[in-house]
């Protein structure tokens, strides 16, 4: 159930194809072994107009939202490798970041649920 949530400058989207950083994010994101390939959801948003740090540079900054359970340790190393991988794909894009949340098991619902 990870979602990982990447906003982006539409530019970024002019150096590979949309499907391609999706999957990218999906298959580095399955490779850490903290979730089931089948269970892991990729979505990007890119946009037209931003500032970042006053200027308007491309960025990519991905918003990683998990179940808790997962230690610090393991938290850091998915953002690293997520950004690395990032990084190989847009070496020439100057910001690219990465933060993740835990949902709380008691707080999350969806529809299969009910």
């Known amino acids: 159930m990870p979602h990982f949530i990447l906003d982006c400058t539409e530019r970024v989207l002019e150096i590979h194809e949309p499907k391609k950083v999706l999957e990218a994010v999906l298959e580095i994101a399955f490779s850490t072994g903290l979730f089931n390939k089948d269970d892991i959801k990729v979505r990007l948003n890119p946009y037209k107009h931003s500032l ?3 200027a308007a540079d491309d960025f990519i900054h991905v918003f990683g939202n998990i179940m808790e359970g997962r230690n610090a340790e393991q938290k850091a190393n ?20 990465m933060n993740i949340r835990d949902f709380t098991k008691e707080s999350y619902f969806n529809k299969l649920m009910l």
Do not use: R, T
């Not at 998915?78 to 970041?97: G, R, W």
């Open 78 to 97: 998915l953002s690293k490798v997520i950004v690395a991988e990032l990084n190989k794909l847009f070496p020439d894009v100057p910001i690219i970041s």
């Open 52 to 54: 970042v740090q006053g």
